[in-house]
């Protein structure tokens, strides 16, 4: 259990930092810049000296309207990276995909953590493979797919309803074999959710920890920020608005934030900490 063992000797109290790691030409925020093994390696090497705790690395854009991979493709794009990553870092690296072979390609090259944007229901092997590695797993709230998961999206209670479907999903893959400790949670901010049901998942995000589960909390240059603050139309402006919500993530109680500005958000974490330390 790295992701746990790591929470609990984190020296500061503060959540742990995902760093994003997109091997692909089209994810939303840096698509195309870490396309390739030496790029990837050196855009880790950058998020680790940054402070990273955990390397999250996908080969597919997850991103509105994208469009899907073939496994194949997936796993050459992530498999390269994690073994050089595995061999020369003792960090906890993250696969992140929805594909049940994927994830165990990449577990087999050194992974440690299967993070699924669907929640285990992308293949009907998901569930199995997911107690097979008997890795740490991530399961997302998502509803319908990438493509088209931000077309109407519609709740009547969304906290309510994100809530309902994790835990059940975490039952799931507990009756299949996954372990209780294993199994994190992630409200899947932008995905299948406009502005008003980011906003409230995430200021109701003390509901889903309630569950008694650890939660990561994922919102880094998404557009809900541009949609709070329209000059913030290019992602890499959002870095204020990421700061503000992830802060807000970690004070309602998310063990682990998940966003591409490491450094930044590692110094905002430590300087929160501090603050409360200081109010005990």
């Not at 061999?87 to 995909?97: F, K, M, Y």
């Not at 809900?224 to 000059?231: G, K, L, R, S, T």
């Amino acid at each position: 259990m790295k992701l746990r063992t790591l929470l609990s000797s984190c020296e500061t109290r503060r959540p742990l930092v995902m760093g994003v790691l997109n091997v692909t030409p089209d994810s939303f925020s840096d698509g195309g810049r870490h396309d390739g093994l030496q790029a990837a390696l050196t855009h880790a090497r950058r998020l680790i000296s940054d402070g990273a705790d955990v390397l999250d690395i996908g080969g597919e854009s997850t991103r509105p309207g994208s469009d899907p991979v073939s496994a194949e493709v997936e796993i050459a794009r992530v498999v390269p990276v994690i073994e050089v990553l595995a061999r020369e870092w003792d960090g906890v690296i993250s696969i992140d995909t929805m594909k049940p072979e994927v994830a165990r390609a990449a577990v087999r090259a050194g992974a440690h953590v299967w993070n699924d944007v669907s929640a285990l229901t992308h293949s009907p092997d998901s569930v199995a493979t997911a107690a097979e590695l008997g890795c740490e797993l991530i399961l997302m709230h998502m509803r319908g797919d990438p493509k088209t998961m931000q077309d109407a999206p519609h709740y009547t209670d969304v906290v309510a309803e994100v809530c309902q479907h994790l835990s059940a999903q975490a039952n799931a893959a507990m009756a299949a074999g996954v372990k209780r400790e294993h199994i994190w949670l992630d409200p899947g901010i932008g995905f299948a959710k406009n502005l008003a049901h980011n906003l409230a998942l995430s200021s109701n995000l003390r509901t889903l920890c309630d569950l008694g589960y650890p939660v990561l909390y994922a919102a880094s240059r998404k557009r809900m920020i541009a949609e709070i603050d329209p000059v913030a139309t290019d992602a890499g402006d959002r870095l204020g608005g990421t700061i503000a919500l992830h802060l807000e993530g970690a004070r309602q109680g998310a063990a682990m934030v998940r966003v591409h500005d490491v450094r930044e958000m590692v110094q905002a974490l430590k300087v929160q900490a501090a603050l409360d330390g200081a109010r005990q």
